[in-house]
C-alpha cells in the first residue's frame, strides 16, 4: 500500500502524474528525435576519425605536422568511433541517437542518484535534469564540434571523488586520460584542491602530467611535431580583442598566460568552497567559464564542457533541500544555454560566473565556511540507511586509520558481550541441570 502511494504523485492533477511516470520515456524519444536535427557535420571530427584510423592502423607520423590539429590521441579514437558506418562527414544516425539519449537518460540517473528520497520532489527535478540536457541537445551544442571533449569535466569531478577517497594514482590517471583528449584539459588539474591540500595535490599533478606526456610521446619520436607552432587570430567579439584592439594573433606564449588565469580561477573556486559537494561541479564550471572569458577564439562548441558542468551542478544542488539553490543551479543551467546561443562569449561568460558564485555562497552558513564537511559517499532511498563519511579535506589517510580503530574498538566490545551472554547462559543451564538431577524438593509436613 505504501509502495503504490509513493509512486501515484497524489499532490498531481492525473495528467501531471502520468507524465512524472514517464519522464525518462519522454526525455529518451525526444532526445531520439532532437538527433534528426542536426544536419551540419560537427566541426573537425572526420578530420579527428581520419586521424584515428590512421592511429589504428599504426601511421603516427603527419598527424601533427600541421599546427592546426590541437586535439589528443584519446579524441581521436572516440572521434573514429563516433564515425562508424558514417556515410559523410555526420554521424550515422543511430550513433547520433544513441549519444543524445545515453547524454539524457545519464544525467537523468545521476539526479535521481544524488536526490534525498523519493517523491514527488525527486521526480520533478529529474524531470528539470532531463529538460536541461534537452535544452542543450537542441542547440546542439554536443554536434557542433569535438563532441568528446564532453567527457573532461567529468573525467575531472570523478577524479577529485576518487581522490578523496584515497584512490591517488587512479585519480591522476583520469586527468592524464583528460589531456590525452585535448591539451587544454590541464587546466582543470586545479579541482583536486576542492579535496587535498597543494602538496598533495602537487604529486597527482606530476603523475597525471608524466600520463598525459605519455599519451603524446609516440608522435613526437615518429616524425615533426607541430602543435605548439599554432597561432590563433583574435576574434572580433571577444574579450582579448576588446582589451587589446592591435592584438591580431595569439601564440603558445600568450596562452600559457591565459592558462595561469583559467588555472588560478579554478583553484580559488575549488579551494575556497572545499566543503561543499556542489564543488565536484562548480570547479570544472569555473575553469570553462574563465576559459570562454579569456581566449581569443569564439567558437561555440566551448560551451560544450559548459553544458555537462552546469547540469552536474544542479543535480549536485539537488542533494540539498534548500530551493533556493535548486533554482539557482536551474537558472545556471538556462543562462549557459541562451549563452550559447549567443555570438560573444565574454558577456555570457560573466553572467554565467556571477550567478555560479552566488550558486555556492548560498551553500554556505551564517557563521562563515564549514571545516569538516558531510558529504554522502552513498544516498540509499532507506531513510534508515545512510552511509556518510565526515572528513576534512586532505586527511582522508587519517580518517581511514580513525575508522579502522573506531571499528577495532566496536569488535571488541560486541565479542566482550558476547562472551558474556554465552557465560550467564552456560550458568542457567548448569543449573537447571543440577535441579533436574536432584529431583523435586521434599513435601513439608504440617
Known amino acids: 500500500m505504501q509502495q503504490t502511494a509513493r509512486h501515484s504523485h497524489p499532490a498531481l492533477p492525473g495528467w501531471a502524474a502520468t507524465m512524472l511516470r514517464g519522464r525518462r520515456p519522454f526525455a529518451a524519444v525526444c532526445a531520439a528525435l532532437l538527433a534528426l536535427a542536426v544536419t551540419e557535420p560537427p566541426l573537425d571530427l572526420a578530420d579527428f576519425a581520419a586521424a584515428g584510423r590512421?592511429?589504428?592502423?599504426?601511421?603516427?607520423?603527419?598527424?601533427?605536422?600541421?599546427?592546426?590539429?590541437?586535439?589528443?590521441?584519446?579524441?581521436?579514437?572516440?572521434?573514429?568511433?563516433?564515425?562508424?558506418?558514417?556515410?559523410?562527414?555526420?554521424?550515422?544516425?543511430?550513433?547520433?541517437?544513441?549519444?543524445?539519449?545515453?547524454?539524457?537518460?545519464?544525467?537523468?540517473?545521476?539526479?535521481r542518484r544524488f536526490s534525498p528520497g523519493p517523491g514527488v520532489g525527486r521526480a520533478l527535478r529529474e524531470s528539470a535534469t532531463g529538460l536541461l540536457a534537452l535544452l542543450w541537445l537542441a542547440l546542439p551544442i554536443p554536434w557542433e564540434g569535438h563532441p568528446a571533449e564532453l567527457a573532461i569535466p567529468a573525467l575531472w569531478a570523478y577524479a577529485s571523488l576518487l581522490h578523496r577517497r584515497g584512490r591517488t594514482v587512479t585519480a591522476a590517471v583520469l586527468l592524464g586520460a583528460s589531456v590525452a583528449i585535448a591539451p587544454w584539459a590541464v587546466l582543470g588539474f586545479p579541482c583536486l584542491l576542492a579535496v587535498t591540500g597543494p602538496l598533495r595535490a602537487f604529486r597527482s599533478w606530476v603523475l597525471a602530467g608524466a600520463v598525459g606526456v605519455a599519451a603524446y610521446l609516440p608522435?613526437?619520436?615518429?616524425?615533426?611535431?607541430?602543435?605548439?607552432?599554432?597561432?590563433?587570430?583574435?576574434?572580433?567579439?571577444?574579450?582579448?580583442?576588446?582589451?587589446?584592439?592591435?592584438?591580431?594573433?595569439?601564440?603558445?606564449?600568450?596562452?600559457?598566460?591565459?592558462?595561469?588565469?583559467v588555472a588560478g580561477g579554478c583553484a580559488a573556486v575549488a579551494y575556497r568552497f572545499r566543503d561543499q559537494r556542489l564543488v565536484y561541479a562548480a570547479a570544472p564550471a569555473a575553469a570553462n567559464l574563465v576559459r570562454l572569458l579569456t581566449d581569443p577564439v569564439s567558437l561555440r562548441y566551448y560551451w560544450a564542457p559548459v553544458a555537462v558542468a552546469t547540469v552536474a551542478a544542479f543535480v549536485l544542488a539537488g542533494g540539498t533541500r534548500r530551493l533556493r539553490r535548486q533554482a539557482l543551479a536551474l537558472l545556471l543551467g538556462y543562462l549557459a544555454a541562451v549563452a550559447g546561443l549567443t555570438s560573444g562569449p565574454?558577456?555570457?561568460?560573466?553572467?554565467?560566473?556571477?550567478?555560479?558564485?552566488?550558486?555556492?555562497?548560498?551553500?554556505?552558513?551564517?557563521t562563515g565556511p564549514r571545516r569538516t564537511s558531510a558529504w554522502p559517499e552513498r544516498t540509499s532511498t532507506s531513510p534508515h540507511r545512510t552511509t556518510r563519511t565526515s572528513t576534512r579535506p586532505g586527511r582522508t589517510g587519517r580518517t581511514r586509520r580513525a575508522n579502522r580503530t573506531g571499528r577495532a574498538s566496536r569488535t571488541r566490545q560486541a565479542n566482550r558481550t558476547r562472551r558474556a551472554n554465552l557465560t550467564r547462559r552456560a550458568n542457567r543451564t548448569r543449573r537447571a541441570n543440577r535441579t533436574r538431577r536432584a529431583g523435586p524438593a521434599p513435601a513439608r509436613r504440617p
Open 54 to 111: 590512421r592511429m589504428l592502423s599504426g601511421q603516427l607520423d603527419g598527424i601533427y605536422d600541421s599546427g592546426w590539429n590541437q586535439a589528443g590521441p584519446l579524441q581521436f579514437l572516440i572521434s573514429r568511433l563516433l564515425m562508424i558506418g558514417s556515410p559523410g562527414a555526420l554521424p550515422a544516425l543511430p550513433v547520433l541517437v544513441t549519444v543524445n539519449v545515453a547524454l539524457v537518460l545519464g544525467a537523468m540517473a545521476l539526479c
Open 219 to 261: 608522435f613526437v619520436l615518429s616524425g615533426h611535431f607541430g602543435m605548439f607552432g599554432h597561432v590563433w587570430e583574435v576574434n572580433p567579439d571577444t574579450l582579448v580583442h576588446l582589451l587589446l584592439p592591435g592584438l591580431e594573433v595569439v601564440t603558445w606564449p600568450l596562452r600559457l598566460v591565459q592558462a595561469v588565469l
Open 346 to 366: 565574454a558577456a555570457g561568460s560573466i553572467a554565467c560566473l556571477v550567478l555560479l558564485i552566488a550558486l555556492l555562497l548560498a551553500g554556505e552558513t551564517r
